[in-house]
T-cell receptor
Framework: DGGITQSPKYLFRKEGQNVTLSCEQNLNHDAMYWYRQDPGQGLRLIYYSQIVNDFQKGDIAEGYSVSREKKESFPLTVTSAQKNPTAFYLC????????????FGPGTRLTVT | QKEVEQNSGPLSVPEGAIASLNCTYSDRGSQSFFWYRQYSGKSPELIMFIYSNGDKEDGRFTAQLNKASQYVSLLIRDSQPSDSATYLCAVKAVSGTYKYIFGTGTRLKVLA
């Protein structure tokens, strides 16, 4: 089955620790995205990548970092510099043409205490 | 700041009725429009997309786009309790960019 996987589903960390969230897709999509969703809020774009070895900052990139070494993978690191890291993190992907729809993974719920 | 606006709701409709969800957007150059359904605690699921003015039907769902008035709507016919969720409107920015702009969603409650 084609799709997007994110792991883990739930993640608990202590304040001050960096944590990396995994995102893998087998849809052969060129573009991948990371969003953050807070309770009762919309989706806010953290980073996106259109091709391998290239990525752009979204609206709330501070305190986050990404890499895109393979087409299938787009991991997100939440660093200790992120002031409010507790949130629901969603990875998404889409085909290269700018008209195409975006599909989401199941998400990772991160709790930092 | 390019925006997508939705009424947060909740929008309550009786089972079997038509639910009408609306979305307005500010960027006149937007080209692609999407509706996602998100159940509590889950990720968004794509249910409809529309690119051209007019109506697009898929089963019980109809998406309507009016670019002149800059709004897109979603109609759900024969609403079921299982349709109770938050519906997110998303707009793809102008050609050449890969950014999607999301509204904050409308919460729909279908009453049995």
């Amino acid at each position: 089955d084609g799709g997007i996987t994110q792991s883990p589903k739930y993640l608990f960390r202590k304040e001050g620790q960096n944590v990396t969230l995994s995102c893998e897709q087998n849809l052969n999509h060129d573009a991948m995205y990371w969003y953050r969703q807070d309770p009762g809020q919309g989706l806010r774009l953290i980073y996106y990548s259109q091709i391998v070895n290239d990525f752009q900052k979204g609206d709330i990139a501070e305190g986050y970092s990404v890499s895109r070494e393979k087409k299938e993978s787009f991991p997100l690191t939440v660093t200790s510099a992120q002031k409010n890291p507790t949130a629901f993190y969603l990875c998404a992907s889409s085909r290269a043409n700018s008209a195409y729809e975006q599909y989401f993974g199941p998400g990772t719920r991160l709790t930092v205490t | 700041q390019k925006e997508v606006e939705q009424n947060s709701g909740p929008l309550s409709v009786p089972e079997g009725a038509i639910a009408s969800l609306n979305c307005t957007y500010s960027d006149r150059g937007s080209q692609s429009f999407f509706w996602y359904r998100q159940y509590s605690g889950k990720s968004p699921e794509l249910i409809m997309f529309i690119y051209s003015n007019g109506d697009k039907e898929d089963g019980r769902f109809t998406a309507q786009l009016n670019k002149a008035s800059q709004y897109v709507s979603l109609l759900i016919r024969d609403s079921q309790p299982s349709d109770s969720a938050t519906y997110l409107c998303a707009v793809k920015a102008v050609s050449g960019t890969y950014k999607y702009i999301f509204g904050t969603g409308t919460r729909l409650k279908v009453l049995a």
